[in-house]
């Protein structure tokens, strides 16, 4: 591919991570308008974010193998038209079943464009370019993630709800038929499906798991904990709900730019590359846990972006190159247990926050990512060695 194509590729699917995340997210502001459009309890609202959670979460398993089996490129495409369609019907949801219904195909289909966008890009780069073009598709995905509520909250409150998912849904729908021209058809890596077999060779890797297992904690500290940054910054200023959404976005600015310059940090640092990530992740954690500064707090926000970017790319290229020929089925376990992990820690968190406050959520995430970083270093930089070793090897024979 050349370059100017490969700029292009990115860019459309960096756009569609962004569209994708952030529907995911925005739904999260719109709980109570849904409520009081839809005339039921709050309670009962949040089954549509569920729906869609559980959908995304579930279906992540079963969209690698798959992409494995008839390639990266016709999977992407169906995703995300699936996606745009059932976006756009969740704006004419008339009642609780038709909305969890509509969210729920929603997930699904999203389940398919994330991971395997990883895969396909991961599967376009060679290595000198491979974590700058991952750094890149990311941090346009949690930049996605962190301005939807700003985003969301502003078409609400100009417009209604559903203003918000038929909007994301004609944009998803208008990239997706951009792809179907765009991206190359790649070849399938399987001559037949099977999803038990994919999994066993992955899962019986133990060197590609111990890394793979790592985005748990991952998701844990870092989405885990994002879910609160609002409700801590709200707490201590009472913003509404725009400006803290305003506030939010910094760190998705910290993931874009992280994502951009991680490849010449890594470089430069060498082995030490992750274990200072661990260490940015900490020091900003610990800032926002323990100053009340607005502006303190923002530039917390932007290291804590940095910081997983630097951790998250970094880990999802090496566990690329462990499974070279099954790039659809590692990145689906790299989105499942990262996915797991957020899911795992939105629930420990809240009772942290109940019983300790949003402070201590933020204290005990920042000692986990320095854990992680200083794993992840390790594991990355045996892995490393091993590869050096074997190329060594090669010229010599």
Request: hydrophobic share 50%; net charge positive.
């Amino acid at each position: 591919m050349n370059k100017n194509k490969g700029k292009q590729m990115l860019l459309v699917l960096g756009f569609m991570a962004f569209l994708a995340n952030g529907d995911n997210y925005a739904a999260a502001t719109l709980i109570s308008k849904i409520a009081q459009d839809l005339n039921l309890e709050l309670s009962t609202a949040t089954l549509s974010v569920t729906a869609y959670m559980l959908s995304f979460g579930i279906f992540t398993l079963l969209f690698g193998p798959l992409s494995d089996r008839f390639g990266k490129a016709n999977v992407i495409n169906t995703a995300a038209m699936g996606t745009a369609i059932f976006s756009i019907l969740g704006a004419f949801a008339f009642n609780l079943p038709s909305l969890v219904f509509f969210r729920s195909m929603n997930g699904m289909f999203g389940a398919g464009i994330f991971p395997i966008t990883m895969a396909l890009v991961g599967e376009t780069f060679d290595d000198d370019n491979r974590q700058k073009a991952l750094g890149t598709v990311m941090g346009m995905a949690f930049l996605g993630g962190a301005t939807a509520t700003a985003i969301g909250g502003t078409i609400a409150y100009l417009g209604s709800w559903r203003a918000v998912y038929l909007l994301y849904g004609i944009g998803e729908a208008l990239l997706a038929l951009m792809m179907f021209k765009l991206l190359e058809r790649d070849k399938p890596a399987s001559k037949k499906l099977s999803i038990v077999g994919s999994y066993k060779n992955a899962i019986t890797d133990f060197k590609f798991m111990r890394l793979v297992v790592l985005l748990f904690p991952i998701g844990f500290s870092v989405f885990g904990s994002f879910t609160y940054t609002g409700i801590n910054i709200q707490e201590l200023t009472g913003f509404n709900t725009l400006m803290v959404g305003l506030i939010l976005s910094v760190f998705g600015v910290g993931t874009v730019i992280g994502g951009r310059i991680a490849p010449k940090v890594r470089k430069k640092l060498g082995n030490g590359f992750l274990l200072i990530a661990g260490i940015i992740g900490f020091v900003s954690l610990y800032s926002f846990s323990i100053y009340s500064d607005i502006y303190i707090k923002a530039l917390g926000l932007f290291g804590y972006g940095v910081s997983f970017i630097f951790m998250q790319s970094t880990i999802i290229a090496t566990a690329q190159e462990k499974l070279p020929h099954m790039k659809g089925t590692a990145m689906s376990l790299a989105a499942f247990n990262m996915f797991l992990g957020a899911g795992v820690g939105t629930s420990v968190n809240a009772l942290i926050m109940t019983n300790y406050g949003t402070s201590r959520v933020f204290f005990i995430a920042a000692y986990l990512v320095l854990t992680v970083g200083s794993l992840a270093g390790f594991f990355v930089s045996e892995f490393e060695a091993e590869k050096n070793e074997k190329l060594i090897q090669e010229i010599v024979d």
